[in-house]
C-alpha cells in the first residue's frame, strides 16, 4: 500500500471507519513506514488534544429567560393576529379598499398608454417631424412640388444663355 | 444526484426519543420541549461559541436558536433525527451571525462574572491546577480554540459535529447539505491541518 493511499484513509481509519480488509492494509503500512506511523500517531494526538478546547456552562437562569421569551413572543403573536383580524373584519374598509384598487388600475392604465405612446413616438423619423410640422405646406405639396420644376427649368435656361 | 433518502416518512424517526418528546410538545406538553432543552442547550451553546463568537454572543443566539425551535412546534414534521435538524439550524444560524459581523475575538482576558461577584476565567477549573499550571493550561486551550476557528467553516462545522455532538458522517452531511464522502473529505483535510498546527503544543 502507497503511503498517498494511506494518508487519504487516516481519519477514517482513526474513527475505525474503514472496511476491515482496508483497515487490515493500512496497519500493515503503519508498522512497515515510519513516516506514516509519526502521522497517524500526531493526528490521534491532535484530534485527542480537542477536549481542551474551552467548555463554557449556560448562566444559572437561561430556562427561566427562555421561557419569559416565550410567552412574549406568543403575546406579541396574537396580538399582531388579532390586529389582523378586526382590520379585515371593518365593513368600512372595504370601499376604500374598492376605490384605491380602481385607483390603482387606472394610473396603470394610463402609464401603460403613455408608455406606448413613447414607443410610437420614438418611431417616426425626422423627415416625418419636419413634414409634421410644415403640415400646411404637405396640404399643398402638389403645388409646391410644381413650383420646384418651374424654379429648376428655370435656373437651367439662365445657364444656358450665359 | 440529490440525496432523497433524508426525506423518508415521519415513521421512520420515532424512534428517536428526541423526536418523541418533539412530537409531545406539539401536543401541548411543554414539559417535553423543556426536557429537549435542557439536554441540548449547553452543546448548542458550546458548539456556537467554538464556532468563533464570544460568549454573550453564544448564549442570545442559542436562546434565539430554541425559539425558533420552539415556534416550529406546531408544523414540525419529523423528517431527520432531531439532533440533525437541530444542527443544522444551529450551523445556519451561528454562520450567519459570523458573516454579519457579530463576531468579536475570544479575549484571553476575556472574563465572567460567578455567583459570587467575583471575576473569573473562561475555562471551567474542576482540576486542582496550580497558578501557573492554570495559566499554561487556559493558553493551550486558547490556542487550540484559535486554530478551530482557523479551520475553513465546512471544516470546522465537520470537526466540531464529529468531536463533540458524535454525529456520523451521513448525520453530518445532513446538516451541511452534502454527501457522506464530502464530509469524510472535509474530516481528512481537517485532522491533517489539526495535525500540523498542534504538533508543537505540548
Known amino acids: 500500500m502507497e503511503c498517498r493511499e494511506v494518508k487519504e484513509n487516516l481519519s477514517a481509519y482513526l474513527d475505525h471507519e474503514l472496511d476491515p480488509q482496508l483497515s487490515k492494509a493500512i496497519q500493515t503500512h503503519l508498522g512497515t513506514c515510519p513516516g506514516c506511523f509519526m502521522e497517524n500517531q500526531q493526528m490521534s494526538r491532535a484530534w485527542q488534544m480537542l477536549d481542551l478546547a474551552p467548555e463554557i456552562e449556560p448562566s444559572p437562569d437561561y430556562v427561566s429567560r427562555f421561557w419569559t421569551k416565550a410567552s412574549l413572543q406568543e403575546s406579541r403573536y396574537e396580538r399582531l393576529l388579532g390586529r389582523w383580524k378586526n382590520l379585515w373584519g371593518e365593513r368600512r374598509l372595504i370601499p376604500i379598499v374598492t376605490v384605491l384598487s380602481l385607483m390603482l388600475i387606472i394610473g396603470s392604465t394610463g402609464i401603460i398608454q403613455q408608455i406606448n405612446m413613447q414607443n410610437k413616438l420614438s418611431q417616426i423619423k425626422p423627415d416625418d417631424v419636419e413634414m409634421l410640422q410644415n403640415f400646411d405646406l404637405a396640404q399643398h405639396f402638389e403645388t409646391i412640388k410644381d413650383l420646384d420644376v418651374i424654379r429648376d427649368l428655370d435656373s437651367d435656361q439662365k445657364e444656358s444663355t450665359i | 444526484m440529490p440525496d432523497f433518502s433524508i426525506f423518508r416518512n415521519s415513521a421512520d424517526y420515532t424512534s428517536d426519543p428526541d423526536v418523541v418528546l418533539m412530537l409531545e410538545f406539539q401536543k401541548g406538553n411543554a414539559a417535553s420541549f423543556e426536557a429537549l432543552m435542557r439536554k441540548y442547550y449547553p452543546k448548542v451553546l458550546n458548539f456556537i461559541y467554538r464556532y468563533g463568537l464570544t460568549r454573550q454572543a453564544a448564549e442570545d443566539l442559542t436562546q434565539e436558536i430554541f425559539l425558533k425551535i420552539h415556534q416550529m412546534g406546531p408544523g414540525y414534521r419529523p423528517k431527520a433525527k432531531f439532533q440533525t435538524l437541530l444542527f443544522t439550524i444551529v450551523r ?111
Open chain 2, 92 to 202: 445556519n444560524s451561528a454562520l450567519n451571525a459570523i458573516r454579519n459581523e457579530r463576531k468579536y475575538a475570544a479575549s484571553l482576558d476575556e472574563e465572567i462574572e460567578s455567583e459570587d461577584g467575583s471575576m473569573a476565567q473562561q475555562q471551567a477549573d474542576d482540576k486542582n491546577y496550580s497558578p501557573l499550571e492554570q495559566m499554561l493550561e487556559n493558553e493551550k486551550s486558547d490556542r487550540i480554540m484559535a486554530i478551530i476557528n482557523e479551520l475553513p467553516e465546512n471544516q470546522r462545522s465537520a470537526v466540531l459535529l464529529r468531536r463533540y455532538e458524535e454525529m456520523s458522517c451521513e448525520e453530518i452531511g445532513q446538516s451541511l447539505n452534502c454527501s457522506a464522502k464530502a464530509v469524510k473529505s472535509l474530516l481528512n483535510r481537517a485532522k491533517e491541518t489539526l495535525r500540523v498546527k498542534l504538533m508543537d503544543i505540548k
